[in-house]
């Protein structure tokens, strides 16, 4: 059974940083990728990164100031986020792409993200 659960959301201030995890169990997947999701909005694309670790993609809005990493001995992804804004304000949901699909076909359960002015 797969398993992908995120932590580190919070409150914080404009400016500020956080850390989210996403703990992957049960299969390999050959990407994870980041999503937000804020009220009223489509659920839009923040990050991906490879299996290996060694490939990855940032959306233009966070560009330089969210990092996408992978620890492999941990199955861990992570999304650094830093110079957070108001508008980075959404629930934040880690995904993986199972190997032989061509979309992200595993969801966790969502992280609240808040940034106050």
């Known amino acids: 059974q797969v398993h992908l659960v995120e932590s580190g959301g919070g409150l914080v201030q404009a400016g500020g940083s956080l850390r989210l995890s996403c703990a992957a169990s049960g299969r390999t997947f050959s990407r994870y990728g980041w999503f937000r999701q804020a009220p009223g909005k489509e659920r839009e694309f923040i990050a991906a990164i490879s299996w290996s670790g060694g490939t990855t993609s940032h959306a233009d809005s966070v560009k330089g100031r969210f990092t996408i990493s992978k620890d492999n001995a941990k199955n861990t992804v992570y999304l650094q986020m830093n110079s957070l804004k108001p508008e980075d304000t959404a629930v934040y949901y880690c995904?993986?792409?199972?190997?032989?699909?061509?979309?992200?076909?595993?969801w966790g359960q969502g992280t609240q993200v808040t940034v106050s002015s």
């Open positions: 995904a993986a792409q199972s190997r032989g699909y061509s979309v992200f076909n595993s």
